[in-house]
């Protein structure tokens, strides 16, 4: 049975007109392009068996209804994505999705109690896409069924949260793969953290080492071509100095942010570097690491746990030559 069977069989699954806010007609617009939404996530995310993985489905609906939200405030104010992302207005509209979320899971049967929402989930419930790879997968087929059913940005982010209450309750109370705590915390965190990437996607890449975050440019004149260097963070930076190019940096605000949140720094990083490889930077370098040494080890070992420049190289490993990279020892280079 699919997730939008178990949904349009329970009594209580339309939301009450009464009860949620807006006009009737919005409220039956979010709930069309919710289920049709549904559909389309239930389709692309199902394995060759029929069917999918519930921390991989919750994390992909969550970070696409907070790319929904990011873009509905980015629109309204118009700031630098930093300090959208720091902002109180941010965390307000986040806290009202949740609690839409909360609602919605109220009216197909589920109750979550507050502490539930802010669990820290453990290791073994980890999504097998990363959120750039997911926004970019599907954040395009998301903002078209909304923009279909006549739904701006955030009444698109709010039609999100109705998908995610129908996916908690099939995956906990019919599959009953995971516990109604950790999807809830799940989707909390993924509606924060859509939003947060959404922000660094659209900041532009910054020279200034105290910038939120962006690119440590040398100034030395042993520049003998753009690249970028990439390896542990201390030995990254002096190679820059000593050789010239650009490394990643994080400012310490938006790092103190992301530990805060309980969201994985690695997500900033990747973002970084997926701009350079997109804007066909010539070259990317690996100092002081072995990648083939790195790539054994690590092959197969969680994702999560690895070094985030380990991550990085295995990222490189099964997309550089998508983007028209050559592995050469410990460098991808572009090929011409």
Same mark, same amino acid.
């Given at each position: 049975?699919?997730?939008? +069977?178990?949904?349009?069989?329970?009594?209580?699954?339309?939301?009450?007109?009464?009860?949620?806010?807006?006009?009737?007609?919005?409220?039956?617009?979010?709930?069309?392009?919710?289920?049709?939404?549904?559909?389309?996530?239930? $389709?692309?995310?199902?394995?060759?068996?029929?069917?999918?993985?519930?921390?991989?489905?919750?994390?992909?609906?969550?970070?696409?209804?907070?790319?929904?939200?990011?873009?509905?405030?980015?629109? !309204?104010?118009?700031?630098?994505?930093?300090?959208?992302?720091?902002?109180?207005?941010?965390?307000?509209?986040?806290?009202?999705?949740?609690?839409?979320?909360?609602?919605?899971?109220?009216?197909?049967?589920?109750?979550?109690?507050?502490?539930?929402?802010?669990? !820290?989930?453990?290791?073994?419930?980890?999504?097998?896409?990363?959120?750039?790879?997911?926004?970019?997968?599907?954040?395009?087929?998301?903002?078209?069924?909304?923009?279909?059913?006549?739904?701006? +940005?955030? +009444?698109?982010?709010?039609?999100?949260?109705?998908?995610?209450?129908?996916?908690?309750?099939?995956?906990?109370?019919?599959?009953? +793969?995971?516990?109604?705590?950790?999807?809830? $915390?799940?989707?909390?965190?993924?509606?924060?953290?859509?939003?947060?990437?959404?922000?660094?996607?659209?900041?532009?890449?910054?020279?200034?080492?105290? $910038?939120?975050?962006?690119?440590?440019?040398?100034?030395?004149?042993?520049?003998?071509?753009?690249?970028?260097?990439?390896?542990?963070?201390?030995?990254?930076?002096?190679?820059?100095?000593?050789?010239?190019?650009?490394?990643?940096?994080?400012?310490?605000?938006?790092?103190?942010?992301?530990?805060?949140?309980?969201?994985?720094?690695?997500?900033?990083?990747?973002?970084?570097?997926?701009?350079?490889?997109?804007?066909?930077?010539?070259?990317?370098?690996?100092?002081?690491?072995?990648?083939?040494?790195?790539?054994?080890?690590?092959?197969?070992?969680?994702?999560?746990?690895?070094?985030?420049?380990?991550?990085?190289?295995?990222?490189? !490993?099964?997309?550089?030559?998508?983007? $028209?990279?050559?592995?050469?020892?410990?460098?991808?280079?572009?090929?011409?």
């Amino acid at each position: 049975m699919s997730l939008l +069977d178990v949904f349009m069989k329970s009594p209580q699954a339309r939301p009450s007109q009464e009860e949620i806010v807006g006009s009737p007609a919005l409220q039956k617009r979010r709930y069309d392009a919710a289920i049709e939404l549904l559909g389309f996530i239930e $389709g692309s995310l199902n394995s060759s068996d029929g069917k999918a993985h519930a921390v991989t489905v919750l994390s992909v609906v969550a970070w696409l209804a907070g790319t929904s939200l990011y873009k509905s405030l980015n629109s !309204k104010y118009l700031p630098s994505a930093a300090t959208l992302m720091l902002s109180n207005e941010m965390n307000e509209e986040w806290k009202k999705l949740v609690n839409l979320f909360v609602h919605y899971c109220q009216r197909i049967g589920i109750h979550l109690r507050p502490d539930e929402l802010a669990l !820290k989930t453990p290791d073994e419930h980890k999504p097998q896409v990363e959120v750039l790879q997911a926004q970019e997968k599907f954040q395009a087929r998301y903002d078209e069924i909304m923009r279909k059913h006549g739904l701006d +940005d955030l +009444d698109g982010a709010r039609a999100g949260m109705l998908v995610c209450a129908i996916s908690l309750r099939y995956h906990c109370r019919v599959a009953r +793969d995971l516990d109604p705590g950790i999807a809830a $915390g799940i989707i909390t965190r993924g509606i924060l953290t859509g939003a947060i990437v959404s922000g660094m996607r659209t900041y532009p890449p910054s020279l200034n080492l105290e $910038g939120p975050i962006g690119l440590e440019i040398c100034a030395s004149t042993k520049c003998f071509e753009s690249r970028l260097v990439l390896g542990e963070h201390d030995a990254a930076i002096q190679d820059v100095l000593d050789h010239g190019g650009m490394s990643i940096n994080i400012g310490a605000e938006v790092l103190r942010m992301l530990q805060r949140k309980n969201i994985d720094p690695y997500i900033a990083y990747e973002r970084e570097m997926c701009l350079q490889v997109r804007a066909k930077i010539p070259r990317i370098d690996f100092v002081r690491a072995n990648v083939e040494e790195l790539f054994t080890e690590w092959e197969w070992k969680p994702r999560h746990s690895a070094p985030v420049h380990v991550r990085l190289m295995l990222w490189l !490993k099964e997309n550089g030559s998508r983007y $028209g990279y050559e592995q050469n020892g410990n460098s991808w280079v572009l090929k011409s």
